[in-house]
């Protein structure tokens, strides 16, 4: 086969492979659909297979996080995934399971307590630049939900839930991998 040995010719085949639609770009599409499929029919542990043949990062991130047995390592690797290698495909997943996550986190019929005397809240941090406040707190978020609380020129991140008691909130704080501090509203 000497035609292959021509420059032009070898050029139009490695093109015409990569054109969409094509047998050979179909193959790099990916693994989406079935990834999808696996857990549309709750077959997740059919996923430890495919997981060998995925070289896209946004599948690997997905499929390790669903084949985790731990809660806060499979968060953050859907927070990964959706953070660092957004995929339209597999961000509603991602975003589902962390939803998900999160309200498994709170006792059934736990309510929020409102910010009044009494109530402790976990502050994670203080900034000055409201972007780094948000920075955090898009990192907090997979695991509790917060809000940047101005108080006279700082931006506090908070948790949006307050605790009616410290030592609840205490064992609140132990619960996440983030450090903070309990804050009285008083």
């Known amino acids: 086969m000497t035609f292959l040995k021509t420059p032009a010719l070898l050029l139009l085949i490695l093109l015409q492979a990569s054109l969409p639609g094509s047998n050979a770009a179909a193959g790099t599409k990916g693994h989406r659909a079935l990834i999808l499929q696996y857990v549309r029919q709750d077959k997740v542990y059919l996923l430890e297979k495919l997981r060998r043949g995925v070289t896209n990062k946004s599948e690997q991130t997905v499929i390790d996080a669903l084949l985790t047995e731990d809660g806060p390592i499979a968060a953050r690797l859907f927070h990964k995934q959706l953070t660092y290698y957004p995929d339209p495909a597999l961000d509603s997943l991602s975003k589902a399971r962390l939803t998900a996550y999160r309200s ?21 941090g203080s900034f000055s630049s409201l972007h780094n406040a948000q920075k955090l707190a898009n990192r907090i978020k ?22 009616p008691t410290r030592k609840q909130a205490a064992k ?11 804050i009285s509203s008083n």
Request: proline content about 6%; charged content about 20%; hydrophobic content about 40%.
């Open 172 to 182: 609140g704080a132990k619960k996440l991998p983030f450090r903070s501090m309990i």
């Open 142 to 163: 997979v695991y509790t939900a917060v809000t940047i609380f101005n108080d006279r020129g700082l931006h506090k991140v908070r948790t949006q839930k307050g605790f």
């Open 104 to 124: 498994a986190l709170s006792p059934t019929g736990e309510k929020a307590v409102a910010p009044t005397n009494g109530a402790y809240f976990l502050q994670f």
